[in-house]
């Protein structure tokens, strides 16, 4: 796992969308998984730039997201369908057949899962998969303990989880479960970029990163993908020990 660590967030955002727009000049029908919050924001402005600007076209591609938010439907302002399409599918030529987010408000959500991972699977697995990462160390919604073997399936959120997510809920509440794509699928990806700026998620990212592999720190797994890239702003890093980076 190499870590690249830039100035601040608005390298890091340039470094990730450069590397996601190169994936896609090489090969215009890429199998992209995405992530939401707040880190990836500024990769996507600057992916819509690109693309706004002529350079970069995203009609051959397919996207898959990482997570939804049980009991969310698409059209719930913090699902997030709605993040996706405000931030990101709705500003590209993405063709929508090729668009896949877990359905939160799916009648079965058990069957809605082995859909969404015979989706990844039909479409010949991810070439590139984007992360997020959280403060305990979660990627997507595999919260700590999340087994590395596996894949897309309901989760219950950890309580820290929901509580750095309410502010996105009426009454401050946050749902309690979630539709999570797995790990062992997240691993299976070809090449991995994780995101981190700031520094509350320094410690994770040294947990990830300086750590033993283990299920309790959910991004260390990382550790054993062979592609796997780290976009760190500079205060995220901060908790690196030297000579680890570089
Ligand atoms: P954030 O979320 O980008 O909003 O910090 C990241 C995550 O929880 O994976």
């Not at 397919?62 to 405000?86: I, Q, R």
């Not at 309790?216 to 980076?245: I, W």
Request: negative net charge.
């Amino acid at each position: 796992m190499r870590a690249h660590v830039v100035p601040d967030y608005e390298a890091m955002s340039a470094a990730v969308a450069d590397v996601v727009a190169q994936s896609l000049a090489e090969e215009p029908s890429s199998v992209l998984m995405l992530p939401t919050g707040t880190t990836p924001l500024g990769m996507y402005r600057r992916l819509v730039e690109m693309h706004r600007s002529g350079d970069l076209s995203f009609a051959g591609a397919t996207f898959f997201n990482l997570d939804e938010y049980l009991g969310l439907p698409p059209d719930h302002p913090a699902s997030y369908h709605v993040y996706m399409k405000e931030n990101f599918y709705g500003l590209i030529d993405a063709d929508p057949a090729r668009v896949f987010v877990p359905d939160g408000a799916a009648p079965d959500p058990e069957a809605e899962c082995e859909r969404y991972e015979s989706a990844i699977k039909e479409a010949g697995g991810i070439d590139v998969c984007v992360l997020g990462i959280g403060r305990n160390g979660h990627i997507g919604f595999n919260e700590p303990g999340a087994p590395f073997d596996s894949r897309t399936r309901v989760v219950r959120l950890s309580e820290s989880t929901r509580k750095v997510n309410a502010a996105d809920f009426e009454a401050d509440r946050a749902p309690e479960c979630a539709i999570t794509v797995g790990m062992a699928t997240i691993c299976e990806s070809r090449e991995v970029l994780l995101l981190a700026s700031g520094t509350n998620k320094a410690g994770a990212v040294a947990a990830a990163v300086e750590g033993e592999v283990s299920e309790s720190v959910p991004a260390s797994m990382l550790k054993t993908h062979p592609n796997a890239r780290l976009f760190l702003d500079e205060d995220a890093a901060s908790d690196l020990g030297q000579g680890v980076v570089g």
